[in-house]
C-alpha cells in the first residue's frame, strides 16, 4: 500500500489557519457613524434584486458585535483573520477627508486581533462602492482608480495591518455587476463591463504602488476567484472553448497582474463588444503589473465547457447552484498558478460550502456536508503542495453566516451558525471539526 493513502496529510507547521468574511456581509449598521451609502445599499432597495427583498442593513450585526466575534476567532484557535474595510464608512462620499468614526471601528477591530495574537488581512474593496463614486460613473470611470488609491492610502497610514488585498474578485464585478446585471450596480452591457475591469485592475496597481512607496516591508495582492476551465468532452472545439473561457475566467485578470499584459485572445474576443483597449492609457499595464507580495486564491467551482462554449456541470452541485463540487480543481489551479505565474506565494483566501444548515435540539449544527468539502479542499491543497504550489495559508468562507449577496440569508456559508432572529452565534460541527485542524496541523 502506498504509505501516503495511510498517513495523515501534515501540514507544515508555519501553515496559517484563518477564515473570511466581509464588511457589507456581516456588518449592519449602515447608516451608523457617519458611514455613507453604497451602490449594494441602493441595489438591495430595488424589489426583485435581492431574495426575499434581504439587505445588508443588520446582517449579522458584527459592528456592534465584533467582540464577541473576535472572542469566536479566538476561541476556534486560528491564526488569520480576513475582512473587509467599508470605504463608504471611511470616505462617505468616496473622496476627501476621512471619517474617523469609521477608522475607529476598524482601529478596535485590529487591536482585538491583536490581543488575541491573530494577524489581520484586510481587504480594501469588497463591493461596496461609496454610492457617490457610482454617481460619478462608478469602475467605468478612471477617476474611480484614483480614488480607490487615496481611500487606500488613508487605510494603510491608519491601522497598522502587515498583510492588504486590493480588490476582491474582479471578476465577479465584471460579470455580475455589468454583465449579467445580478449584483451592484445591476448592468448588463458587455461593452461598459470590460471597461470597468480594467479601471478595477488600474486601481489595484495604483494601490499596490502606493503601499510599496509608503509602507515598505508590508505585502499586497489582489484576491482573485480562479476557475480551473476544463473541456467536457474530447474535441477539438471543446477544447479550443475551454481555452477561451479560461482566458474570461483567469487569464483575463492574473496576466496583466503578473505579465504586464492582457491575453491576446481575450482581449480581441473583448474589443469585439466594446471599447475596453481605447481606455488602456501608456503606462497603465505598467501600473497595473506592480510586482505584488502574495497572491489571494479563491475558489468555490471549477468550469466545464462543451463544444459550443456552454458550461455544463459534471459533478454533484451545492445549495448554491453555480458551485459544482469538485476539490480537484483547487489543485489543479493552484498547481497551475506555481507554474504559469511563479515566484508569488498564494494565500487561499476564500473556499467554502453553503448548506441548508439548522440547530437541532440538543444545541448543535450537524453540518456534514461542509465538514466533508473543507476536508476534501484541503486535501487537495495539500497534494499541490507536495507537487510544489507554494501555499502559506487557508482561510475558510466563512466565519460567519452572512448577506449572501443576490441570494440575502437564503445561502448560509458560515461555520458559526448566525440565528438573524436573536443574533446569537452558534459553531457548527465544521467549525469543531477546523478548530482540531487548526490545532493539530493534520488532516485525518
Ligand atoms: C465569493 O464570490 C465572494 O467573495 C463572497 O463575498 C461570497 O459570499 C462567496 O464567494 C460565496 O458566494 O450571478 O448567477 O453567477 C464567489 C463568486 C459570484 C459566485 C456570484 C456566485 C452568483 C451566481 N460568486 N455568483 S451568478
Known amino acids: 500500500m502506498d504509505e501516503a493513502m495511510n498517513s495523515p496529510a501534515r501540514f507544515p507547521a508555519d501553515f496559517v489557519w484563518g477564515a473570511s468574511t466581509a464588511a457589507y456581509q456581516i456588518e449592519g449598521a449602515t447608516t451608523e457613524d457617519g458611514r455613507g451609502p453604497s451602490v449594494w445599499d441602493t441595489f438591495c432597495a430595488v424589489p426583485g434584486n435581492v431574495r426575499d ?79 457617490e463614486l457610482q454617481d460619478r460613473g462608478g469602475w467605468e470611470n478612471r477617476d474611480t482608480a484614483e480614488r480607490f488609491a487615496e481611500y487606500a492610502e488613508i487605510c494603510y497610514d491608519a491601522l497598522e495591518i502587515r498583510d492588504w488585498l486590493t480588490i476582491n474578485e474582479p471578476k465577479t464585478v465584471v460579470d455580475c455587476g455589468y454583465r449579467f446585471g445580478s449584483h451592484a450596480p445591476g448592468f448588463k452591457d458587455d461593452a461598459r463591463a470590460f471597461v470597468a475591469c480594467h479601471h478595477l485592475l488600474l486601481a489595484h496597481g495604483l494601490a499596490s504602488r502606493v503601499l510599496h512607496e509608503r509602507h515598505p516591508g508590508r505585502r499586497i495582492g489582489p484576491a482573485l476567484n480562479l476557475h480551473p476551465t476544463y473541456p467536457a468532452d474530447d474535441t477539438p ?54 510586482p505584488i507580495d502574495v497572491l489571494g486564491v479563491q475558489y468555490y467551482t471549477p468550469v466545464f465547457v462543451d463544444g459550443k462554449g456552454e458550461r455544463v456541470f459534471r459533478h454533484e452541485r451545492a445549495q448554491a447552484e453555480w458551485l459544482e463540487i469538485y476539490p480537484e480543481g483547487l489543485h489543479d489551479i493552484l498547481v497551475r498558478v506555481q507554474r504559469d505565474y511563479p515566484g508569488v506565494p498564494m494565500i487561499i483566501t476564500e473556499n467554502g460550502l453553503a448548506t441548508v444548515d439548522g440547530i437541532d435540539a440538543d444545541g448543535r449544527v450537524r453540518d456534514q456536508r461542509r465538514i466533508a468539502y473543507l476536508r476534501d479542499h484541503l486535501s487537495a491543497t495539500h497534494r499541490a503542495m507536495e507537487a510544489g504550489a507554494q501555499v ?53
Open 53 to 131: 427583498g434581504d439587505s445588508g442593513e443588520h446582517a449579522a450585526d458584527h459592528y456592534h458585535r465584533y467582540n464577541e466575534d473576535l472572542d469566536l476567532i479566538a476561541d476556534l484557535g486560528l491564526a488569520s483573520y480576513r475582512f473587509s474595510i467599508a470605504w463608504p464608512r471611511i470616505q462617505p462620499t468616496g473622496s476627501g477627508k476621512p471619517n474617523q468614526k469609521g477608522l475607529d471601528f476598524y482601529r478596535r477591530l485590529v487591536d482585538g486581533l491583536a490581543e488575541r495574537g491573530v494577524r489581520p488581512m484586510a481587504t480594501l474593496f469588497h463591493w461596496d462602492l461609496p454610492q
Open 237 to 290: 472545439e471543446a477544447r479550443e472553448a475551454a481555452h477561451h473561457q479560461d482566458g474570461l475566467e483567469n487569464r483575463l485578470y492574473l496576466d496583466p497582474v503578473f505579465k504586464g499584459r492582457y491575453p491576446e485572445d481575450t482581449l480581441r474576443w473583448i474589443s469585439e463588444r466594446g471599447p475596453m483597449a481605447d481606455h488602456i492609457l501608456d503606462g497603465d499595464l505598467g501600473v497595473i503589473s506592480e
Open 392 to 444: 502559506e495559508a487557508y482561510h475558510v468562507w466563512s466565519l460567519l453566516d452572512n448577506f449572501e449577496w443576490a441570494e440575502g440569508y437564503s445561502q448560509r456559508f458560515g461555520i458559526v451558525y448566525v440565528d438573524y432572529a436573536t443574533q446569537q452565534r452558534t459553531p457548527k460541527d465544521s467549525a469543531l471539526w477546523y478548530r482540531d485542524v487548526a490545532k493539530s496541523g493534520e488532516l485525518r
